[in-house]
């Protein structure tokens, strides 16, 4: 029988540690959530390796869905860096597991989801475990959740070959998007920061994550 607890302390010791993930408060929520709860269960004795974990199969018109690998995930979540009093919006929050994480960061949380099989067994599993300053929603992920804007914080659980305009706009004055932004290997975590009227960007490490649906830049043609 997989002692999680136990992998669990590895996971933070060997992959979070050793790539400069340093927040006590970050690494905490790390060892304090159950990965292994948010997966099917022919996954859990996996939920700890250092890799991206599918969670859903593709079908025709839809794309697979991944949890997360955790090295890069817990080092956006510390670029993010996240108050108590901060209302986050989680684009694509999938089975649920990162919105879980940044319950334990952020004031509250809005966990957008556009599978409604996948949002309803996060809603089912979040409640279970006691996270209860999270709600989970439904809707086209690249257009948010204007209804509970502004945030402080907008996450998003994957790449985003652009950031859509319709995200920005539900930025809190003073507010940021932190997403991997690019394409493959070249891709980069991102923090887009809102003043006003005017957005600021800077770029930090480069990542290799799978990109979110609806996120892929539109083709070009060339003549």
């Given amino acids: 029988m997989t002692d999680y607890e136990a992998a669990r302390v590895h996971m933070v010791d060997s992959q979070l540690r050793t790539t400069d993930v340093t927040s006590h408060t970050v690494l905490s929520a790390f060892l304090t959530v159950p990965r292994e709860a948010f997966l099917p269960d022919a996954l859990k004795p996996f939920a700890y390796v250092d890799e991206d974990m599918p969670i859903t199969q593709a079908v025709p018109g839809t794309e697979p869905r991944y949890i997360m690998e955790p090295s890069p995930l817990a080092k956006l979540i510390q670029l993010a860096d996240i108050r108590k009093t901060d209302v986050v919006l989680e684009v694509g929050s999938a089975e649920g597991y990162v919105a879980a994480v940044l319950s334990l960061l952020a004031g509250s949380v809005v966990a957008l989801e556009s599978d409604e099989v ?49 995200l920005l706009s539900q930025l809190r004055d003073g507010g940021r998007l932190v997403a991997v932004t690019g394409n493959g290997h070249a891709a980069r975590a991102t923090v887009i920061s809102r003043e006003g009227t005017h957005y600021s960007t800077v770029r930090y490490f480069n990542a290799a994550i799978k990109v979110l649906p609806g996120f892929r830049k539109a083709a070009e043609f060339v003549f």
Avoid: C, K, R, W
């Fill in 118 to 166: 996948l949002a309803a067994s996060s809603a089912q599993t979040l409640s279970a475990l006691g996270y209860d300053n999270v709600a989970v929603v439904t809707g086209v992920l690249p257009q948010g959740y204007p209804s509970e804007a502004p945030y402080d914080l907008i996450f998003l659980n994957g790449a985003a070959e652009e950031v859509p305009e319709a």
